[in-house]
């Protein structure tokens, strides 16, 4: 079970809205919370610890060596007093509150620092997303060892669980997590089960059913081969017109592999997901080897 949010923290409009739904689950989890803001080293800094980054435009994201900074001290005190608002709406919530100020880069932090039982909070803003080079989203969901919760919304999100069932060892996964945080907050929660593959909707249904334990199970209208180069884009959307009918909520999903290349050829799941939930709110995602030492 997830006994920690951690989120990051930088004070951008889409880190607000991820911490403003953090606080929000972390609430009905009457869990703990740590927000750390990352100084981060400039480009520069980065380039010369890491040459490659420069050098290939596809290689993906990693957690770099360590690099020399030098952090005036107006940026660490005004980080800290980013921190303050935070601490103040945790206290007016009821919730166990801690802040950090830290040097390096975001994801190389919480890799190093998160553990199985934590749950990592980011918004969705990718470092060099320009470029086409790796983003910390990217680096986090396909390395953590706990799951992550992205962020793409604005204001805070309704009290509600949807878990995702599409029949995939991940999907299992999303939908042990989603009984567990829906024990833990009593919050309404239904695990949306969507065709996939050579499985039918039916299947599916019976499948995420028997999953499911007491939650009810909805199915999703339509499905596709996941082979396909649309399946990807038509389950988001399928996904994303339940949530909206919903009125919102917290999306629990498996997290499909994430490379550079299934994402620019072969429409990666995750990522099509990511951006259909863009106005809905904050996406969880979770592995199969994760979820079974967290839920």
């Known amino acids: 079970m997830i006994t920690r949010i951690i989120v990051a923290y930088d004070g951008s409009e889409p880190s607000r809205a991820a911490f403003t739904s953090a606080l929000g689950l972390a609430q009905g989890l009457g869990t703990r919370m740590l927000?750390?803001?990352?100084?981060?080293?400039?480009?520069g800094a980065m380039l010369a610890a890491?040459?490659?980054?420069?050098?290939?435009?596809?290689?993906?994201?990693?957690?770099?060596?360590?690099?020399?900074?030098v952090t005036e001290e107006?940026?660490?005190?005004?980080?800290?007093a980013q921190m303050?608002?935070?601490?103040?709406?945790?206290?007016?919530?009821?919730?166990?509150?801690?802040?950090?100020?830290?040097?390096?880069?975001?994801?190389?932090?919480?890799?190093?620092?998160?553990?199985?039982?934590?749950?990592?909070?980011?918004?969705?803003?990718?470092?060099?997303?320009?470029?086409?080079?790796?983003?910390?989203?990217?680096?986090?969901?396909?390395?953590?060892?706990?799951?992550?919760?992205?962020?793409?919304?604005?204001?805070?999100?309704?009290?509600?669980?949807?878990?995702v069932f599409d029949g995939t060892p991940r999907a299992e996964s999303a939908v042990g997590l989603t009984r567990s945080l829906a024990a833990k907050t009593g919050w309404p929660t239904t695990i949306l089960a969507a065709a996939r593959g050579k499985a039918s909707l039916e299947e599916n249904v019976a499948r995420a059913?028997?999953?499911?334990?007491?939650?009810?199970?909805?199915?999703?209208?339509?499905g596709s081969d996941a082979g396909s180069p649309g399946s990807a884009v038509?389950?988001?959307?399928?996904?994303?017109?339940?949530?909206s009918a919903k009125g919102g909520g917290y999306l629990v999903a498996g997290a499909y592999a994430n490379s550079v290349f299934r994402d620019?050829?072969?429409?990666?799941?995750?990522?099509?997901?990511?951006?259909?939930?863009?106005?809905?709110?904050?996406?969880?995602?979770?592995?199969a080897d994760v979820v079974t030492a967290s839920a």
């Open 35 to 43: 927000a750390v803001h990352l100084i981060e080293p400039t480009i």
């Open 50 to 69: 890491c040459p490659d980054v420069g050098l290939d435009p596809m290689i993906p994201a990693m957690p770099l060596p360590p690099m020399i900074m």
């Open 74 to 80: 107006s940026d660490i005190r005004e980080a800290q």
């Open 84 to 163: 303050e608002p935070l601490a103040k709406a945790a206290a007016a919530a009821g919730v166990a509150f801690e802040s950090k100020v830290e040097q390096g880069t975001v994801e190389d932090w919480l890799l190093r620092t998160a553990t199985v039982s934590d749950l990592m909070v980011v918004g969705m803003k990718g470092r060099f997303a320009r470029s086409g080079v790796g983003s910390t989203t990217r680096a986090l969901v396909t390395n953590a060892s706990c799951p992550v919760m992205v962020h793409r919304g604005e204001g805070a999100t309704p009290k509600r669980l949807l878990g």
């Open 209 to 222: 059913t028997a999953l499911a334990g007491t939650l009810p199970v909805e199915g999703l209208p339509g």
């Open 234 to 243: 038509h389950e988001s959307a399928a996904i994303q017109e339940a949530v």
């Open 264 to 287: 620019l050829f072969l429409r990666n799941p995750t990522s099509e997901l990511l951006s259909a939930q863009a106005a809905g709110g904050p996406v969880i995602l979770v592995h």
